[in-house]
T-cell receptor
Framework: GAVVSQHPSRVICKSGTSVKIECRSL??????MFWYRQFPKQSLMLMAT?????????EQGVEKDKFLINHASLTLSTLTVTSAHPEDSSFYIC?????????????FGSGTRLTVV | QQPVQSPQAVILREGEDAVINCSSS?????VHWYRQKHGEAPVFLMILLKGGEQKGHEKISASFNEKKQQSSLYLTASQLSYSGTYFCGTYLMGGNEKLTFGTGTRLTIIP
């Protein structure tokens, strides 16, 4: 089955620094990947849709200059949290699909727990 | 726009049944169901497509009423391993490939 690898699984950084999170589709090509953020005891909220070879599409209220997304190849998307602050501490999860359309499943990475101190 | 799930939380004894509902305010192409354990990524359970479709996965099944824009997940003879938070994910018509997660239902199974 489809596998999505995400790392790091946990990262602690100082306030004001930047953190990069990688999401890889291991056995399939993904022209589109998705980045979610999840706060404790809440649902997953879509941050942005990462498109290979073009700009990401951000959801309303998500700062694109703060959450930089790069999808340089068909198997890799990265999310960089720039100038991180404690309120950015959260669980970040990526997902990808093997095919398009309403009937294809989404495979999720294992998530990254970001703590900003 | 986020689908609303009910109940928010439920506690069951092992062997009891549960129903989790998911309601959307927008027209849907499909509904996906996931289970998430604490600190882990969501795990795919099933997709429901259209037309009152029902599906089953071991003792977990679901239905989708596209006219009412609702889906229900049925867990029968619950096992301890069923504990976790269940999310529906809705794929909207014209939604640009996005999956929008519902508010979540926390299920706790006790011996």
């Amino acid at each position: 089955g489809a596998v999505v690898s995400q790392h790091p699984s946990r990262v602690i950084c100082k306030s004001g620094t930047s953190v990069k999170i990688e999401c890889r589709s291991l056995d399939f090509q993904a022209t589109t990947m998705f980045w979610y953020r999840q706060f404790p005891k809440q649902s997953l909220m879509l941050m942005a849709t990462s498109n290979e070879g073009s700009k990401a599409t951000y959801e309303q209220g998500v700062e694109k200059d703060k959450f930089l997304i790069n999808h340089a190849s068909l198997t890799l998307s990265t999310l960089t949290v720039t100038s991180a602050h404690p309120e950015d501490s959260s669980f970040y999860i990526c997902s990808a699909r093997q095919s398009r359309g309403p009937y294809a499943g989404y495979t999720f990475g294992s998530g990254t727990r970001l703590t900003v101190v | 726009q986020q689908p609303v799930q009910s109940p928010q939380a439920v506690i069951l004894r092992e062997g009891e049944d549960a129903v989790i509902n998911c309601s959307s305010s927008k027209a849907l192409y499909s509904v996906h169901w996931y289970r998430q354990k604490h600190g882990e990524a969501p795990v795919f359970l099933m997709i429901l497509l259209k037309g009152g479709e029902q599906k089953g996965h071991e003792k977990i099944s679901a239905s989708f009423n596209e006219k009412k824009q609702q889906s229900s997940l049925y867990l029968t003879a619950s096992q301890l391993s069923y504990s976790g938070t269940y999310f529906c994910g809705t794929y909207l018509m014209g939604g640009n490939e996005k999956l929008t997660f519902g508010t979540g239902t926390r299920l706790t199974i006790i011996p």
